[in-house]
């Protein structure tokens, strides 16, 4: 089956360049780009290799790639996008346009002093979806354009395989498309080399919206209630990764941590903490025995933290408020901990007014028993009608009406519409809570 190989020499330059960041003291520049190499690696890992993404998805994929290539070659490696706003929502294979900017940068960047730009472009042609990847680079002679399609490459005299080639992405659209599709490889008038594509214009839908609104990400501040926190891994640099993070939410207080599931479960006991962030695979007691461990008392919330995606679905089924993948994403972390906030200041209010019913009780009990009798209402009404679902940065109202089916996939809930499906960050029982189970039932 054809599908996006890694280049092993983009691995090895990378980890070297972050070695040397390292070694610089360099750390934030470090984290930042092995944070990186990971959600790269992670998607091209768990993409499947039929699998079709948004022009908008493989841009932000190809954003990601060349961030890490421009921690090695600075301002050697310029880039330029232009998308055009129709195209956005186009389908097209996973990973297709990567080796284009990949060979890009072998024979434009790499061999010139001055380097050369790169540049992306999409837009529609009658009922097709165009997109050309250009560089300024020396062109392409015979030798070249041999190469380029091959997927070989020659350091000196040394033939050297990068596992990709230009005819590597002719045969994957072949393989989707038929003969519906075109491929180019020519010499602009100005110089360089570009690669043009054509295939047909498929579009995922927008979701059944109202307009999108700019998502809001509350800044922990001075008001803000203190988050009682314990850390659980048995690898103490994974522990100490996590406290660095953690710094700079000044409302979360980490009271203790620990190196095995045992030493947590009577941890949590004793302390009552807030919230634990979690490892799955631990010696003795893994990360569900933990849960399990303490269900006799009120349990807090948990966030499971590892390297295996795999375990997603039953972390889910633990009630856990999320599941981050190590190395632990700073930007995911802080809507986890903004998800934490929200589920503990509901918990805490409805503790407030169990307190005050207790109270009117004793001070008023005919005012209570009235309340008592009054009929309760289990309508639909209490249920939402919309829902908020993140895409490309953007936060979409979705219509409950018009979702067909919910399922639980990785780490995330995909909602299923008559014509588009939607990632959502929420687990199955928070969103059993929110929907009428008259209408959707598990």
Same mark, same amino acid.
């Given at each position: ?226 988050? @009682? ?118 918990? @805490? ?94």
């Amino acid at each position: 089956m054809l599908r996006y190989q890694l280049n092993p020499h983009f691995l090895f330059n990378t980890l070297n360049s972050i070695s040397t960041l390292v070694l610089l003291k360099q750390t934030d520049q470090a984290n930042a780009m092995l944070t990186r190499l990971s959600s790269f690696l992670r998607y091209t890992l768990v993409n499947p290799p039929t699998g079709r993404v948004t022009v908008a998805q493989e841009v932000e994929t190809l954003k990601l790639y060349l961030d890490i290539e421009r921690m090695r070659f600075e301002e050697r490696l310029r880039t330029t996008f232009r998308i055009d706003e129709t195209c956005r929502d186009g389908l097209l294979p996973s990973l297709l346009l990567q080796p284009l900017v990949e060979n890009a940068i072998k024979y434009a960047v790499s061999p010139q002093e001055s380097g050369a730009e790169i540049t992306i472009a999409a837009g529609l042609l009658g009922q097709n979806l165009r997109i050309t990847v250009s560089d300024t680079g020396p062109g392409m002679n015979a030798q070249n354009a041999e190469n380029c399609s091959s997927g070989i490459t020659y350091d000196g005299r040394e033939q050297v395989s990068t596992g990709v080639g230009l005819a590597n992405i002719r045969d994957r659209r072949a393989q989707a498309y038929g003969t519906s599709h075109r491929f180019d490889m020519y010499e602009p008038p100005e110089g360089g080399f570009a690669v043009t594509i054509e295939i047909p214009f498929e579009k995922r839908q927008s979701p059944n919206a109202h307009a999108p609104v700019r998502e809001k990400r509350q800044q922990a501040g001075s008001n803000r209630m203190t988050i @009682r926190t314990i850390l659980v891994d048995d690898e103490k640099l994974a522990i100490q990764g996590l406290q660095l993070r953690l710094q700079k939410f000044p409302d979360v207080e980490i009271i203790d941590t620990c190196n095995n599931g045992r030493e947590a479960i009577r941890k949590i006991k004793t302390e009552k903490p807030d919230l634990v962030f979690l490892d799955i695979q631990m010696p003795g007691f893994d990360g569900f025995a933990v849960v399990k461990g303490v269900m006799e008392i009120e349990p807090p919330l948990f966030v499971f933290v590892t390297a295996y995606q795999e375990h997603a679905v039953r972390a889910f089924e633990a009630n856990a408020v999320n599941y981050l993948m190590k190395p632990v994403d700073e930007d995911r972390l802080a809507d986890t901990l903004d998800r934490v906030r929200q589920r503990l200041s509901d918990k @805490r209010a409805s503790e407030e007014a169990e307190k005050l019913k207790n109270v009117l009780a004793e001070v008023a009990p005919d005012a209570m028993d009235a309340m008592d009798d009054e009929p309760v209402d289990t309508g639909a009404d209490r249920y939402e009608k919309l829902l908020n679902i993140k895409d490309r940065g953007q936060i979409f109202r979705v219509d409950v009406d018009t979702i067909e089916r919910i399922e639980a996939a990785g780490d995330y809930m995909v909602i299923y519409t008559a014509d588009n499906s939607m990632i959502l960050r929420e687990t199955m029982k928070d969103l059993e809570r929110r929907l009428d189970p008259r209408v959707f039932q598990r």
